[in-house]
């Protein structure tokens, strides 16, 4: 019961496809069955020779009942091996549309604490488990149990009863072998799994920093980082590999030993005229065809455990729910004007002692176009982060349009803004598709319109396929600056009414800004825009100012109010002004 618990979550496919597996069982069975035959067979063609009654005739006839049922046979587990293979094989592709579908549906602070080369191992090593469970682990089974019986029978009606008790007499050990070290392999998988899942990680973060890693020439240390986490794989892989390895000659052991008794008493039997010598070698091959159905318990046992130990990780994926999603309460809107009001928002960081928003307070006018300053952690990212509602903030700190943020449909609230984080991420599709991201469906006139309102367009068109062009994992062919203007376009797109930019311009020198800036001022009219930005040039057109310090708003206004009031916006102010000095005059 408790291994049906693991695969509980199953059912659904399992029951949709049980009639593939019932076909597959049933041809395994007829398999089983004809197989069966061929001892009988030996055993009847042995006597014959050994009564030397046997001609042309009969030995044709055997040939031709051999032949025939071996095809019979063939043809059979052919169809066994479709409808139950094959079902596994569905099995993996659904669960891993599962999985990826769920790890879709959850909030980011999930992946705060899960990397992605564990997640990645889940995907990979786990399914594989599982799919190894309910593919030829079920043919394992249904061979030991149906076999097991069939044959400890045949052998006890139809050839001696005595002779199969004894021959049976390590079974009883054999199954103890199998059962205990089931268990031991059971939680030795389990490690397996999750140092496969360190040196996945390790190997995903590493290519994914290559250029970092070599920038600093830290190659060697990196392949030292490397061994550890490999030298732990092949630890516990070989802690496993021990119980495995153990397992078999154990197994074998005891297998050869019911031979051996056989062997000795069974041959007594045939020298006193008991048994006769077909009935002892048909005896034999029943044992020898008994083997395997008591060794498929280990293989059972140990492809289930495998499968159990992977489903229970898969599991507690499953079982995570998104801290964010629609509420009971949500109302029925379908468009946002972009009225923004936060009464006095607090926000802290699941898991983190100190709030980084404390008491904010603003209230954004729809078409206003609002600008964020403020130093390095002061929680600029943090309160754009809340307004795309990737974390939650506590009911009635937060309104978009009067309504609480909480009771708007995620996917609406997530469609009327066009976000540009700092991390501009590219997908390694082509840059047409990247500018594209949100599947607007757009002509590529529309696509170069966009680029060319972030001065991108013509970057794009010197590269060979012009918009068709493939970027590399994470846009690493691009330049930082070439990034964040096709963000910039991606955002631009989907005509949201909230545009939120942060400090998306970092990265482009300041007659590029410039451009850029003039030419949002027709695409911003009309829209709320929200702008976070480290230079004073990319603030000083908006209608308003909110400078962050430690979490709190400490100033607004707009910048000639600004620059004439003491504190953080009038020091950058001129500070930045003292640097363009500097560097004309260089």
């Known amino acids: 019961m408790i291994i049906i618990g693991s695969f509980i979550r199953l059912r659904e496919f399992l029951a949709a496809n049980r009639r593939y597996y019932i076909l597959g069982i049933l041809s395994l069975l007829i398999v089983n069955t004809a197989q069966l035959f061929i001892p009988k067979m030996l055993g009847s063609l042995t006597d014959m020779v050994a009564e030397g009654s046997i001609g042309t005739r009969e030995l044709l006839y055997f040939i031709g009942a051999f032949i025939g049922l071996s095809i019979f046979i063939a043809i059979f587990r052919y169809f066994w091996r479709i409808y139950v293979m094959g079902n596994a094989r569905k099995l993996e592709y ?231 999603y629609d509420e009971e309460d949500v109302l029925p809107i379908d468009t946002i004007e972009g009225n923004i009001e936060f009464k006095g928002l607090t926000f802290t960081y699941p898991g983190a002692d100190e709030p980084v928003l404390e008491d904010i307070s603003l209230d954004i006018k729809a078409g206003e176009v609002v600008g964020i300053l403020g130093r390095t952690g002061s929680g600029k990212t943090t309160l754009l982060n809340l307004l795309v509602r990737l974390y939650n903030v506590e009911r009635g700190m937060l309104f978009i349009d009067g309504h609480d943020i909480r009771q708007i449909p995620l996917e609406v609230l997530r469609e009327s803004i066009g976000y540009v984080p700092q991390d501009n991420f590219l997908f390694s599709t082509t840059i047409r598709g990247n500018v594209d991201f949100a599947d607007t469906g757009s002509s590529l006139e529309k696509v170069e319109e966009y680029t060319k309102i972030a001065q991108v367009y013509d970057n794009i068109i010197e590269f060979p396929q012009g918009f068709d062009t493939l970027v590399g994992e994470r846009g690493v062919t691009l330049s930082g600056g070439q990034k964040q203007r096709i963000a910039i376009a991606r955002a631009l797109i989907k005509d949201p009414r909230i545009l939120i930019l942060d400090d998306s311009l970092s990265a482009v020198d300041t007659e590029t800004e410039e451009a850029i800036l003039q030419n949002l001022k027709t695409v911003l009219s009309g829209r709320t825009s929200i702008i976070v930005s480290h230079r004073i040039s990319t603030l000083q057109a908006a209608d308003k100012i909110i400078v962050l310090e430690d979490g709190r708003v400490t100033k607004i206004g707009s910048h000639e109010e600004l620059v004439e009031e003491e504190g953080l916006y009038k020091e950058m102010y001129y500070k930045q002004l003292l640097e363009d000095e500097i560097e004309s005059v260089g």
């Open 94 to 324: 659904t669960l891993r549309n599962m999985l990826f579908q769920h790890l879709q549906s959850l909030s980011t602070e999930f992946f705060n604490r899960h990397k992605t080369g564990e997640l990645m191992a889940h995907a990979t090593n786990d399914i594989h488990a599982v799919r190894m469970a309910l593919g030829p682990g079920i043919v394992n089974s249904v061979d030991a149990l149906f076999l097991t019986t069939v044959i400890i029978i045949m052998m006890a009606k139809t050839i001696n009863w005595r002779l199969t008790i004894i021959a049976l007499l390590p079974l009883p050990f054999m199954v103890g072998v199998v059962v205990g070290f089931g268990r031991i392999i059971h939680g030795r998988f389990r490690a397996v799994q999750e140092a496969f899942a360190l040196l996945t990680d390790r190997v995903q973060e590493n290519f994914s920093g290559i250029r970092v890693v070599k920038g600093f020439a830290q190659e060697k240390a990196e392949i030292e980082r490397f061994e550890e986490v490999n030298e732990l794989n092949v630890t516990k892989n070989m802690k496993l590999v021990r119980v495995w390895g153990l397992f078999f000659p154990l197994t074998m052991y005891l297998s050869a030993l019911s031979f051996t008794i056989v062997l000795g008493y069974g041959g007594i039997m045939v020298i006193n005229g008991r048994i006769s010598l077909g009935d002892f070698v048909a005896f034999n091959s029943y044992l020898g065809m008994l083997t395997w159905p008591v060794m498929a318990i280990g293989w059972v046992m140990n492809m289930i455990q495998r499968g159990k130990a992977s489903m229970d990780r898969l599991n507690a994926i499953f079982d995570e729910r998104p801290e964010v």
